[in-house]
């Protein structure tokens, strides 16, 4: 088996597992999985398939158990639409590593970390304002929308410079020489 493709099995297998165990809302790794893709991965198709595809393994059995309740819909959800937020906010996730690939670390955790919380805070929160019934569709209505997610911003922001730190670290310093050998 290639390791570029055992690797990126491994990645997304840890990415879901992470989204799968009980942890406070929206502090996992995805979003660090999707700004260091972009940063470490060779492979253009890679940095989108790994953080994306763990996002979907995950979204699949969340909206089947435990989200169920929030769907009006019976049988079994593949996609729902706030589901296009998030996902769009996680490809230019990655986007925004490739454009920080050459920056210094301090850049990539830092600059990476908080600009990819506040792109993800304000796409998703625009997706529920646009997309859910609960705000009106006027200014106001967006900003209370956007109220409403500030708590979970803290959550995004301390997950993605957590995470990011760690990732960034450990293949700068640590598995450098590894990587190097799965890009070969």
């Known amino acids: 088996m290639n390791k570029r493709v055992a690797l990126a099995g491994i990645l997304i297998c840890l990415g879901a597992i992470f989204r799968l165990i009980p942890h406070p809302h929206n502090f996992t790794p995805i979003g660090a999985m999707a700004l260091v893709g972009g940063l470490y991965i060779g492979s253009k198709y890679l940095a989108f398939a790994i953080p994306l595809v763990s996002l979907f393994i995950s979204d699949l059995v969340l909206n089947n158990t435990i989200n169920k309740v929030f769907f009006d819909e019976t049988g079994f959800i593949v996609w ?105």
């Open 80 to 184: 729902a639409d706030f589901m296009t937020y998030t996902y769009l906010a996680m490809g230019l996730t990655v986007l925004l590593g490739f454009y920080l690939s050459k920056k210094s670390m301090t850049a990539k955790i830092i600059g990476g970390g908080l600009f990819a919380s506040v792109m993800f805070f304000l796409i998703t929160n625009f997706g529920a304002w646009l997309g859910s019934g609960l705000y009106p569709k006027n200014f106001g209505g967006l900003l209370t929308c956007l109220g409403a997610g500030v708590p979970f911003f803290s959550k995004t922001l301390l997950s993605n410079f957590l995470f990011t730190s760690i990732f960034v670290v450990s293949i700068e310093g640590v598995f450098r020489n590894v990587l190097e050998s799965v890009e070969a």
